[in-house]
């Protein structure tokens, strides 16, 4: 079965109760059983509930893997995944990350133990010098949030194997669509959810995807054991937009790549970082395990200050000033003081995330629109 036609029928079927083509949403807490412990598969929601199993399946069929596992955000997603960890063990995280992903690792688990290292990791084989005995997770975003820094897989999956060290991967701006780090070598995938899967900015959820049953065991019991899970309504709308992913990222693509050459030629523009232009670091690796270069980006003012970039994204009228990405509506954010803000400033400078640096989550609104917003934005 190929990609387009598995968001609509992969791992799906009709619910087996009246025939219904969308998974109904069972908003139910409890099950009943015909005796103490013989039920029809599911005895309570934070446990099972039809409708998240459901969507489990399917992320499951999308990223090729065999286990889907889903949480009430990414960020829930992403804490399942240090759950696995104990104390003394250490993790290797790219520099370049997402601010919430920092705050979690710093904030919360560096005081019970675990250690982080923030490398850049655009130079993949750099990172084997971090490697030690108490090493157990390489953690990458790729394309990473908000600098498009690529990363190469199939490196970072030759290391992890070497020393036998787990290998999990923020997929959620490239989406499954355009990469699958599972076929690649990795053990865990993440999403938030949230973002490209729903794609109608209308629901909070994370997901993770593993091919491993002896992993996914691990995962399911953390799930279950910490609460943190989907809620039927929210897994209903995630499913309904798996179903026009394909279609929907494509035109994110198509879209970024015309606006991606429009900034890199405006004389108010520093400099763009977009992965499918050809002077982007590591563009031959992203052209290599990606089949297509998404709808993010982020650009510099040429003024190079706080003011400037200010300036644009308070005129912008199509791009929505927001937190958050991947919707269908165009969005525009500040990373220094919105989604990165939990990052100390010379941490967050030293990969790039400046004060006048701006990120752009492109929508499929008509591309000519789009250009005209940041015409007038820009002056």
Request: hydrophobic share 40%.
């Amino acid at each position: 079965m190929k990609f387009n036609t598995k968001t609509i029928h992969g791992g799906q079927a009709p619910d087996p109760a009246y025939g219904s083509v969308m998974p109904p949403i069972y908003q139910t807490s409890t099950y009943a059983q015909s005796s103490p412990g013989k039920h029809k598969g599911f005895e309570y929601s934070r446990t099972h509930n039809p409708t998240r199993h459901a969507l489990e399946e399917a992320l499951a069929s999308i990223e090729n893997g065999a286990h889907g596992i889903t949480f009430g955000s990414g960020l829930a997603a992403i804490d399942a995944v240090i759950k696995l960890l104990n104390p003394g063990d250490e993790v290797i995280a790219s520099n370049d990350l997402y601010g919430g992903s920092y705050r979690l690792f710093t904030k919360i688990y560096e005081r019970f133990g675990v250690k982080f290292h923030f490398v850049s990791m655009r130079d993949a084989s750099s990172i084997e010098q971090y490697v030690n005995s108490n090493t157990k997770l390489i953690w990458i975003e790729t394309p990473t949030n908000p600098m498009l820094n690529i990363i190469d897989i199939k490196v970072m999956v030759s290391i992890a194997k070497k020393h036998s060290i787990l290998l999990a991967v923020d997929n959620t701006f490239a989406t499954p669509y355009l990469q699958q780090p599972l076929d690649m070598g990795a053990d865990i995938v993440m999403h938030s959810a949230t973002k490209y899967l729903g794609g109608h900015s209308d629901v909070v959820m994370g997901a993770l995807v593993v091919k491993d049953k002896a992993l996914a065991d691990q995962l399911y019991f953390i799930q279950n054991a910490s609460g943190a899970v989907a809620g039927p309504q929210d897994c209903f709308l995630v499913l309904r937009g798996i179903k026009t992913l394909h279609v929907r990222v494509q035109r994110h693509c198509e879209n970024a790549l015309i606006i991606a050459n429009y900034l890199a030629s405006h004389p108010k523009v520093g400099r763009v970082y977009y992965p499918g232009l050809t002077n982007h670091p590591n563009h031959k690796i992203a052209q290599q395990q990606m089949s297509d270069f998404g709808g993010m980006m982020s650009f510099t003012t040429s003024a190079g200050t706080l003011e400037s970039a200010v300036e644009v994204v308070e005129r912008l009228k199509f791009f929505t000033l927001a937190e958050s990405l991947g919707g269908v509506e165009s969005l525009s954010g500040h990373p220094a003081s919105m989604t990165h803000a939990s990052i100390p400033r010379e941490e967050r400078e030293k990969s790039g995330v400046t004060d006048s640096l701006i990120r752009l989550s492109v929508g499929i609104e008509d591309v000519e629109d789009l250009l005209a917003d940041l015409k007038q934005a820009l002056g």
